[in-house]
């Protein structure tokens, strides 16, 4: 199975300051057909997952600016630009591009 | 809008089985596969597998095979998941997402427990 990692694991940050975390994964995430299946999601506390970025840098609908996706290969980053507080939560990225598809361990954000 | 609402918190004794419905709207269900993920209370997220909506071919983790069934309606656009020999460690929120995760339901509790 493709592991995915994440750092850091916790991320305490300001208000109004960036944030970023990176995820990398055992194995390239380039599907055969050209695309890469990286997404990103957030999870506030007692929600749902939501889902903010796909195929690596593609902001979903309703989702604020200020998230960033970026990366190729092996080799991925969530940026947020300016922290907010409904930021708050677990981010976690996931690869969809081998089966079974896995997800990072998770990082916690939360304001200092 | 897409919406994919489940069925309610289950209590179940190690050894039954549960059974998870996801109902969608607001897209074709046929058009997408229906993955199904679980959350233990405090940890990650863990993918156990996905259904084609439409022909029904099915994918699982292999930590569950042989243990999850996944099956469909589609007259009503309800997936559904089924989990057989249940542990204490099976105890989770168990979730349903399309397509492609970009809609999730609001997850199941399933609690196993003597």
């Known amino acids: 199975d493709v592991v995915m990692t994440q750092s850091p694991l916790s991320l305490p940050v300001t208000l109004g300051q960036p944030a970023s975390i990176s995820c990398r994964s055992s194995?390239?995430?380039?599907?055969?057909?050209?695309?890469?299946?990286l997404n990103w999601f957030q999870q506030r506390p007692g929600q749902s997952p939501r889902r903010l970025i796909h195929?690596?840098?593609n902001r979903d609908s309703g989702v604020p600016d200020r998230f960033s996706g970026s990366g190729s290969g092996t080799d991925f980053t969530l940026k947020i630009s300016r922290v907010e507080a409904e930021d708050v939560g677990v981010y976690y990225c996931m690869q969809g591009t081998h089966w079974p598809f896995t997800f990072g361990p998770g990082t916690k954000v939360d304001i200092k | 809008q897409v919406q994919l609402v489940q069925s309610g918190a289950e209590v179940k004794k190690p050894g039954a089985s549960v059974r998870v419905s996801c109902k969608t709207s607001g897209y074709i269900f046929t058009d997408y596969d229906i993955n199904w993920v679980r959350q233990a209370t405090g940890q990650g997220l863990e993918c156990m597998g996905w259904?084609?909506?439409?022909?029904?071919?099915?994918g699982f983790a292999q930590k569950f095979q042989g243990r999850v069934t996944m099956t469909r309606n589609t007259s009503i656009s309800t997936a559904y998941m089924e989990l057989s020999s249940l542990r204490s460690d099976d105890t989770a929120v168990y979730y349903c997402?399309?397509?492609?995760?970009?809609?999730w339901g609001q997850g199941t509790l399933v609690t196993v427990s003597s």
């Open positions: 195929k690596v840098s």
């Open positions: 194995q390239s995430l380039v599907y055969s057909d050209g695309d890469t299946y």
């Open positions: 259904m084609n909506s439409d022909s029904g071919d099915t």
């Open positions: 997402a399309s397509p492609m995760f970009g809609y």
